[in-house]
């Protein structure tokens, strides 16, 4: 079964950090731009953060960030270990929502929600003071 397991996010502060992690199970994510979007109450939903790879003709390899977060956050992968990281630091309120990871085949970063072919299961990550 194919499949995106997500790990990490929680309950912390402003300018507090988390680790989310996004490993894929039952495939590779060679070839595969990996996204994570977030869900906020009352918004929709936006990529914050996306890498490509390598591997595809038309990935020159620079990781996409929202504005909202450059600076902050930094993603990451390791395809030997078929895990994309996203390191958030200084979290602030307007942080908060469902993130959720995502694999397309063969595309450049950013991508659309519809673009993916694997989706992770959510998790929820909450900045209150």
């Known amino acids: 079964q194919m499949r995106l397991v997500q790990s990490g996010g929680g309950l912390v502060q402003p300018g507090e950090s988390l680790k989310l992690a996004c490993v894929a199970s039952?495939?590779?994510?060679?070839?595969?731009?990996i996204g994570w979007f977030r869900q906020a109450p009352g918004k929709e939903r936006q990529q914050v953060a996306c890498?490509?790879?390598?591997?595809?003709?038309?990935?020159?390899?620079?990781?996409y960030l929202v504005d909202s977060v450059k600076g902050r956050f930094i993603i990451s992968r390791d395809n030997a270990k078929n895990t994309v990281s996203l390191q958030m630091n200084s979290l602030e309120a307007e942080d908060t929502g469902v993130y959720r990871c995502?694999?397309?085949?063969?595309?450049?970063?950013?991508?659309?929600?519809?673009?993916?072919?694997?989706w992770g299961q959510g998790t929820q990550v909450t900045v209150f003071s």
């Open positions: 995502t694999a397309a085949w063969d595309k450049g970063c950013p991508t659309g929600w519809l673009d993916n072919d694997h």
């Open positions: 039952g495939f590779s994510i060679e070839h595969y731009s």
């Open positions: 890498i490509g790879d390598s591997s595809n003709i038309n990935d020159d390899g620079t990781p």
